[in-house]
């Protein structure tokens, strides 16, 4: 048998070995707490510049694919016809013979923040049609990453 002493020891030692200790926790929250803290402010404005470089190039694409469907139409979307002529053929039988359609490989996307774009054949500035996004806020107007991007109407 063995003496008593080593036994106590053994059970000491695998006693101590069991887990972190409550302070020892809140430490580590503490500081995990402090970095999210510093970074996670960066990381969400880095998401919301990203959303607007993504209405951008949204805006070009649509812009390109209203372009080409022109060219094979002779003209761009009537304010009832919309973005939806790019994906869905026109009910004229003249014009749905020219279409060539859909334009869009994906269908019609919503703008990054699930807005639908918006459209409108009244001239802007030099561009033939009006398009864009209302951008974050979803509202006319704004400033920073609520602003409108895109084709802009002309402000009267």
């Known amino acids: 048998m063995t003496p008593p ?16 200790t ?7 929250l503490v500081i995990i707490g402090l970095i999210m803290g510093l970074v996670g402010p960066r ?6 510049k990203a959303k607007v470089q993504t209405a951008e190039t949204q805006a070009k694409m649509l812009k390109g694919a209203l ?11 009537s304010q009832e016809e919309g973005l939806k002529l790019l994906v869905q053929p026109p009910g004229d039988s ?9 334009y869009l490989e994906d269908g019609l996307p919503d703008d990054p923040w699930g807005n639908a774009y918006q459209y409108s054949p ?17 509202k006319d107007g704004g ?14």
């Open 5 to 20: 002493r080593f036994r106590s020891s053994r059970r000491l030692r695998r006693n101590s070995i069991q887990g972190f």
């Open 22 to 28: 409550l302070l020892e926790m809140i430490v580590v």
């Open 43 to 48: 990381l969400f404005s880095q998401a919301d």
């Open 67 to 77: 372009e080409t469907m022109r060219l094979d139409i002779g003209r761009f979307p």
């Open 94 to 102: 003249k014009l749905a013979q020219r279409w060539k359609g859909p």
């Open 122 to 138: 009244q001239p802007s500035g030099t561009r033939a049609f009006t398009l864009y996004s209302f951008g974050a806020d979803g």
């Open 143 to 156: 400033s920073g990453y609520d602003a409108d991007i895109g084709q802009l109407p002309q402000q009267q």
